[in-house]
């Protein structure tokens, strides 16, 4: 039997340009110095550090037994739960129809990526998969520069300019905030602004709000408020309700998407067929109102907000430049002040430090490469999850600790960790 099987034509062509998720593969370099014995700050993989809410954990075993296979839309009942959801949340109107459920938002992106012929318009930075998505299906990238002292907001100027080099009809910008990787988000005026724009060109709008839950303070604005009929809005569990390995998200359409909601079904039933029927009974109480989830939610926003502050204000005591963060568990930090430093000791791009920094301090954080920024730029990603989720919330609901103190005490890691920061920096 030949074992020098091929993989088809046109797939080894586009797999040519896509490397592993640099998440994913950080996520193994740690667990592997680990293993070795190495002490290793795992701030370069972000899953959600905080436990599945109890009441969802108990809605599972509940309906363990469930083996049926669901409706490809999803689960009528959890459909209607996201829509109501969305209606309490982000404030726009929308009905179970228009809802759709995956084996996360990742792969709906993706069906969404397939089934709409359209160049793909990216902010840089942003998430790893959003252009490796496109590259499998050979579709056409276009990324839209951001500016650091713009917070890395897309500006109308930008957005303009890049559709202005697209030439299909229409065009699929995906627009995540709070940001992943830069812990930034959008105001209703930054929303406002880019309106007008969306419409001329045509433009479908991917909302990945799958940090919404996690705006800092609980303030998080919606496109699809303020650009409604052009405006999927993308979340699922993995960040909000600490269940990544659940896999389920969620997109809702606006009713002059249907066409495109429906073009997607066809993917989902020729690929996945359905999300796993315990997962999606379970998820009903996860997007129902309830004190528990309130008090879930509210009380992780607490957390990540008192750490997120805690590591921004060592960064910038180290003179790394860093915009505050607003949301989610991420910060993107800028090591420019120390380039002739670094360079004296050849390196001279965001891999290079990041490597660099594991090797010397045990702390992993991913290039801004990764992320789409220029390589030579000393840009990387931070995300502030090395910590027991669960003892923090429980430590918050019987302590009253100063932000600082409640780092140092319920959160170590974070706290050795910049300090190994700071020392290293100071060194040059």
């Not at 998505?133 to 897309?154: P, S």
Request: with cysteine; charged share 20%; glycine share 6%.
């Amino acid at each position: 039997m030949h074992t020098d099987f091929k993989l088809a034509t046109p797939l080894r062509a586009q797999l040519k340009n896509v490397n592993p998720s640099a998440t994913l593969l950080i996520n193994e370099r740690s667990a592997q110095l680990q293993a070795e014995g190495k002490k290793v700050y795992r701030l370069g993989f972000g899953q959600s550090p905080f436990p599945v809410p109890q009441v969802v954990v108990d809605a599972l075993a509940a309906n363990a037994h469930r083996k049926d296979y669901m409706n490809v839309f999803g689960y009528p009942e959890l459909r209607e739960a996201v829509a109501k959801h969305a209606e309490r949340t982000i404030h726009i109107s929308a009905t179970a129809d228009q809802v759709m459920i995956g084996p996360g938002s990742k792969q709906l992106i993706f069906g969404a990526q397939m089934a709409l012929e359209a160049d793909l318009l990216i902010p840089s930075p942003s998430w790893v998969s959003y252009e490796p998505q496109a590259q499998l299906i050979g579709k056409k990238v276009i990324w839209v520069d951001t500016k650091e002292d713009e917070n890395w907001l897309l500006s109308p100027a930008a957005l303009e300019a890049a559709c202005n080099q697209s030439e299909t009809d229409f065009k699929l910008l995906i627009l995540n905030y709070p940001n992943n990787p830069t812990g930034t988000t959008y105001s209703s005026e930054d929303m406002m602004a880019l309106v007008p724009i969306l419409r001329k060109h045509n433009v479908i709008v991917v909302a990945d709000e799958i940090y919404g839950e996690m705006h800092h303070t609980g303030h998080h604005h919606s496109m699809a408020q303020y650009f409604p009929e052009g405006t999927i809005v993308s979340s699922g569990l993995s960040k909000w309700c600490g269940a990544g390995g659940w896999r389920l998200g969620t997109f809702v359409f606006p009713k002059e998407l249907s066409w495109l909601r429906d073009a997607m079904r066809v993917i989902a039933s020729e690929t996945y067929s359905s999300v796993a029927a315990p997962i999606q009974y379970a998820a009903v109480t996860a997007f129902s109102p309830s004190r528990e989830m309130e008090s879930y939610i509210k009380d992780s926003r607490k957390v990540v907000q008192m750490i997120g502050n805690f590591a921004h204000e060592k960064l910038a005591a180290a003179n790394i430049v860093c915009p505050a963060p607003e949301g989610g568990f991420y910060l993107f930090p800028n090591f420019k002040n120390y380039r002739e430093q670094l360079s004296a000791r050849g390196i001279h791009n965001s891999t290079q430090l990041c490597e660099a920094l594991l090797n010397e301090t045990g702390v992993a954080i991913l290039p801004g490469a990764a992320f789409g920024r220029p390589a030579e730029e000393l840009t990387a990603r931070l995300a502030y999850v090395d910590f027991d989720g669960e003892a923090a919330l429980n430590s918050l609901k019987t302590n009253d600790l100063d932000p600082d103190e409640f780092v140092k005490n319920v959160c170590p890691n974070i706290d050795e960790a910049m300090a190994k920061m700071q020392t290293w920096v100071a060194q040059f």
